[in-house]
């Protein structure tokens, strides 16, 4: 009988296609600990670097004899997996010798992470000399991919090195296989690798990108556009940053397919071009803001429009210079309030923790104090008036003495 190692994704003992794991609040300090020896396994281990990587925070005025315990625990939980027939030295045995603890496995002990590597070195050894038997080798090794190494651990430091290593190569593996089938060109292989990559890795460009790749290649344009542009807002609000310059350029990429293709017409582009989720005020970064400030500035000057330039200044009067005040931690609540306040053509960005800068488009008459009085309103429905001063100045953007 064999004993199989799952690590992973989610950490598994498995003999005979069963689960021998037994979820308990007193095994999981054991198995802890084995995965521990386990990833260090063959190698030898003072007490005390076990003791500092896994109980620093113990309160115990003993803590090797702490680990003598759990060791001996974790013996037995082993040698009850076992029948009276099998020897230990052919599964799992943790031995102190010199000072030194030391986890051995024997061989019926199959770990996911050795198939892993040994699928691997048999796709790079045949990469040059036969392609298709290192797809197929890949294939293997991707397969058994589940998710980075103990999950379920997420924020143990003595893991993270071998964690890394294996996402590493992992990606790099996975990029050698989408190389060899694109020369192939077999593009539906690849979206469906991407595709199963992605719930693993979701936030690697590249894997959307090659996915998107493929997509075009076998047609699906109006689908590689729908996919980059979720991808986009899911990068944007899952990482809370932009995705880099390389990934958004691709959509020229798409684009250009479409337009050989005789897909879009003006009235598609006009389409893709409208943001139908934004149905108040347009709220963006700095920036952006600038970049709007500028062009409606030049467009002011030059028709005489009644465009303004606004910034609204908000001071905790209970702390002036408090900067965790309200404010920041309500911003979102004030997002909603301005977006609800404000016109479809205004626009507004934060410009730090306690002002907002705001940009009116053709305001007519008494349109400011109207304006004034709504986000005045808005604020004092959500927030206690007495704690902040609130001011607001506006600026015609025809003045020359405006500019960013």
Same mark, same amino acid.
């Given at each position: 009988?064999?004993? =199989?190692?799952?690590?992973?994704?989610?950490?598994?003992? &498995?003999?005979?296609?069963?689960?021998?794991?037994? %979820?308990?609040?007193?095994? =999981?300090?054991? !198995? &802890?600990?084995?995965?521990?020896?386990m990833t260090f396994r063959n190698k030898k281990l003072l007490p005390e670097t076990i003791i500092d990587n896994l109980w620093s925070d113990s309160n115990s005025g003993?803590?090797?004899?702490?680990?003598r315990t759990q060791i001996f625990r974790l013996r037995q939980i082993i040698k009850s997996l076992l029948t009276e027939d099998m020897d230990e030295k052919d599964y799992v045995s943790v031995n102190f010798v010199n000072g030194y603890y030391c986890l051995e496995f024997g061989d019926c002990v199959i770990i996911d992470l050795d198939e892993f590597e040994c699928f691997i070195n048999k796709g790079d050894l045949a990469y040059s000399s036969n392609p298709d038997d290192a797809v197929m080798f890949y294939e293997n090794a991707i397969k058994l991919y589940k998710g980075i190494y103990l999950a +379920?651990?997420? !924020? +143990?430091?003595?893991?993270?090195?071998?964690r890394?290593? !294996?996402?590493?190569?992992?990606? &790099?593996?996975?990029?050698k296989l989408i190389d060899l089938l694109k020369e192939k060109e077999y593009n539906d292989r690849i979206i469906s690798l991407c595709e199963k990559a992605l719930?693993?890795?979701? =936030?690697?460009?590249?894997?959307?990108i090659r996915l998107m790749e493929a997509m075009l290649k076998t047609g699906q344009y109006k689908g590689a556009l729908n996919h980059f542009d979720y991808s986009v807002q899911m990068l944007e609000k899952e990482t809370g940053a932009k995705p880099s310059k390389d990934f958004i350029e691709f959509e020229k990429k798409i684009h250009n397919f479409l337009? !050989?293709?005789?897909?879009?017409?003006?009235?598609?582009?006009?389409?893709n071009l409208t943001d139908n989720t934004i149905d108040g005020a347009f709220q963006c970064e700095l920036e952006y803001f600038k970049f709007l400030f500028n062009?409606?500035?030049?467009? %002011? $000057?030059?028709?005489? +429009?009644?465009?303004y330039l606004g910034i609204i200044t908000l001071i905790n009067n209970k702390s002036k210079y408090?900067?965790?005040?309200?404010?920041?931690?309500?911003?979102?609540?004030?997002?909603?309030?301005?977006?609800?306040? $404000?016109?479809?053509g205004d626009v507004f960005t934060f410009w730090n923790d306690n002002q907002i800068l705001i940009m009116l488009h053709n305001v007519k008459n008494d349109g400011i104090i109207n304006v004034e009085n709504r986000i005045k309103k808005g604020i004092s429905n959500c927030y206690d008036v007495n704690s902040f001063h609130i001011t607001m100045n506006f600026q015609p953007l025809s003045s020359e003495h405006i500019s960013f």
């Open positions: 009988m064999n004993l =199989y190692i799952n690590t992973f994704g989610a950490f598994e003992l &498995k003999a005979e296609n069963k689960s021998i794991l037994k %979820a308990s609040g007193r095994t =999981y300090k054991l !198995y &802890k600990l084995f995965q521990f020896f003993d803590p090797k004899n702490v680990l +379920e651990n997420s !924020y +143990e430091v003595w893991l993270m090195p071998t890394n290593y !294996y996402h590493r190569l992992f990606l &790099k593996t996975l990029y719930i693993i890795e979701p =936030y690697e460009e590249t894997i959307h337009s !050989y293709k005789s897909e879009m017409d003006i009235f598609n582009i006009h389409n062009i409606q500035k030049r467009k %002011a $000057l030059r028709t005489g +429009e009644n465009d408090d900067k965790s005040n309200e404010f920041s931690r309500f911003s979102s609540a004030l997002t909603q309030i301005l977006e609800k306040m $404000l016109r479809r």
